[in-house]
Structures are given as C-alpha cells and as structure tokens.
C-alpha cells in the first residue's frame, strides 16, 4: 500500500514534465518555422515594410523572417532591424513562376523547390491575386512542406486614409485565416537600431571630412528617387545658410541621381557652405545618419532611413500623402508644400518654418545653438 501511494502521488508530477515537454515541443517547433517576404521595392518601400515583417514574426511566434529583394536595399537590415537574412531576387529564377500555370514544371532538386523549402509563410508584393504567379508560388512553396502563400498589393487603394504600413499589415490579417487582432498603427519607433561599429564608422567618415559629429550635427539631403518629390534645389541652400550663419555644423548627403540632376553651379554652392558627402555606399548613408542629430530631406528612401534611425527628421512633401507615406520614426516632423510649382520655385515661408524647427531642435539637444 506504501508503495502505490508513492507511485499515486507522483503521477501529477509525472504529468506536470510531460506538459511541460509538450510546450517546450511546441514552441521548439514554431521557433523552426519561418517566413518570407518578396520585396522589389526601392529602400524606402522595403522600410516601410519592417512593422510588416515584425507583425508576422511576432504574431506567428517565428523562429525567423527573411526577405527577398534587391540587396543593395537589404543589406542594411539583418543585424539592424526584425530581419534575419536577406536573399538577391536576381539570383533566384523567379521570373519563371510568371510563365503559364499549365506550362509551369518543376523537377526533383529544382532550385525553386529548394528557395521555398525552408518557409511556412510567404508573403509576396510580386506577382498579383488569382493569377498565374500566384498558382504557381504556391505550388512550388508546398512541394516540400505545407506553407501559407500571400499576395498582397503594395500600392494603396484611393481611398486609404491610413499609413501604408498598417495597409500592409491588415492585407495580411485579412488573408492568413487566423484570428489576429489588428495592431494600433504608432509610426513613433525606431525601426533601424545602429550598431555600434556603425556609430564609429560614422564619425570615421564623418572626420576624415573635416566634419564634427554629434547631436549639432545636421545632415541636408536635398534629392528624391522621383524629381516630382524635390523641392527645389534653392530652398535648400537658403536653409543650410541659415543654419550655418547660426553656428551649426552641416553636412549635405549627394548621392549620383543629385549629381546628374544639379547643375555644376547648384554642387558648388553646397560645397561652398557645407562638406558634400558623395559616393556613399547605403551602409555609410546610414553609419554617418547615426551621428546626426537632425535630418533635412524630402519623400526619399535617405530620409525613411534616417527617420527609421531614430534621428530627428524634418520631411517635407509635395505630391504625395504624408498620411500614407509619411517616414516612420519617434521624431519626425513633416511639412508641406501645397503649391504646384512645389520642384521650381523656391518656397520662403516654408523655408523659415523648417529654420526654426530646426533651430529649435538642435537647442533642445544640447542647450544652446553655438558650439
């Protein structure tokens, strides 16, 4: 009888590790799983999908979340931000999942079986719903395992009144078949953690310039991807020379689609009032952001990057929605310029509405404007 009732009074605690091996099964399985988001965007698009990729990974219990795209974009972000590997789309033949669903083949060992084996998510802003790409991902995404295939439109419909990252995030909602409440959308967190290596290459590149880093520090990028998104040229020097006038150090970031867009006159006068940084790789655009204490751009990928840093970010747009593509980021300020001739005509009362928050910005962060 004695032993019965020892053997009797184990048997709960036999049962509590048993449950507990149960859940730690069941989370080393979820943790095993992985998703996948097809990206073919420029920077600023695969920026404003990191709450995309963050919302998946953490809803889901993810054991990882990768992105496919072009590398030149991506590079910056395993290591930085949500994403855990990034893979080159022009190194995958993707391209053939756009042929004819009837013509579609695959054979044993293909390459695309193998890309596709290691995800139970895919999300895909190629290809469209219902089409052939889509019947095609999905065959070739449940060759080896059972994945959940998405296509989701990155482009907002009119009458979206929301950022587009919450558009992003509910498309998903709506699809994956699960119970997943949709997310309060804050654009006030940092997207893009620098490093500290970062931090130091920064201020490398940032010295050997002859320029002082630090929180005084404010970076004008003065271009856009689109011509219709810049604000003309001038604007731009009249703030820089107000800036500087006022004691602050400056830098201008001049990537080549600026180069090839200002005329020789435009470069020497930024050149004449602040260092041009140019040639810049995206990983040193973002190592020297992470030294500035204010930013200055238009609706550009440079300045999602920079508001994703957490920088102080003054953004100013033109035709396009802030609401729907404003940056993300705890400190961005936007402002607007309505009028048509927003690429050919300086703007002075914009210009002084930005002066002074930008003045007022580098007094708040270190307690005075001169250095």
């Keep these: 009888m004695l032993e019965q009732d020892w053997v009797l009074r184990l048997m709960p605690e036999q049962e509590n590790v048993l449950d507990l091996i149960r859940e730690q099964e069941a989370q080393a399985f979820q943790m095993s799983q992985r998703g996948a988001i097809f990206q073919p965007g420029a920077i600023g698009d695969c920026i404003l999908t990191l709450p995309l990729a963050k919302f998946i990974k953490d809803s889901l219990g993810l054991g990882g979340i990768d992105i496919f795209g072009h590398t030149e974009y991506l590079g910056i972000f395993p290591g930085r931000t949500c994403v855990d590997t990034i893979c080159s789309i022009e190194l995958v033949d993707l391209h053939r999942l756009f042929v004819c669903a009837a013509d579609f083949e695959l054979v044993d060992g293909d390459a695309l079986i193998g890309l596709m084996a290691d995800y139970s998510w895919i999300v895909s802003f190629l290809g469209e719903p219902d089409s052939d790409f889509e019947q095609n991902l999905i065959f070739t995404a449940n060759c080896s395992r059972s994945a959940e295939v998405m296509i989701l439109s990155m482009k907002p419909p009119p009458d979206l009144s929301k950022h587009v990252s919450f558009f992003y995030v509910r498309q998903f909602i709506n699809q994956c078949g699960l119970s997943l409440e949709l997310p309060q959308f804050r654009p ?11 931090i130091k290459k920064g ?20 271009g856009s991807g689109g011509l219709h998104k810049c604000w003309h040229a001038d604007n731009f020097l009249a703030i820089a020379k107000e800036l500087v006038a006022n004691g602050l150090a400056l830098v201008f970031l001049v990537g080549p689609a600026e180069m090839d867009r200002f005329d020789a006159g435009a470069i020497a006068r930024m050149n004449s009032l602040a ?17 500035a204490g204010a930013f200055l751009g238009n609706d550009s990928g440079t300045t999602h990057l920079a508001a994703a840093l957490g920088v102080r970010t003054a953004a100013v747009f033109g035709p ?29 009362a914009l210009q002084n509405e930005i002066l002074t928050a930008l003045i007022r910005t580098s007094r708040d962060q270190r307690g005075c404007i001169k250095p």
């Excluded at 006030?188 to 970062?198: P, V």
């Excluded at 050997?208 to 990028?221: E, F, K």
Aim: glycine share 6%; aromatic share 6%.
């Design 203 to 222: 201020r490398e590149l940032l010295s050997r310039a002859g320029i002082r880093s630090g929180r005084g520090l404010v970076v004008i990028h003065p």
């Design 188 to 198: 006030d967190g940092a997207l893009i953690k620098a490093t500290d290596s970062d």
């Design 275 to 291: 260092p041009c940084l140019t040639d810049l790789s995206l990983t040193e655009v973002l190592q020297v952001l992470a030294c």
């Design 320 to 348: 396009t929605d802030p609401n729907i593509y404003r940056p993300i980021g705890p400190a961005v300020s936007i402002f607007v310029d309505h009028s048509a001739d927003f690429t050919r005509y300086p703007s002075p």
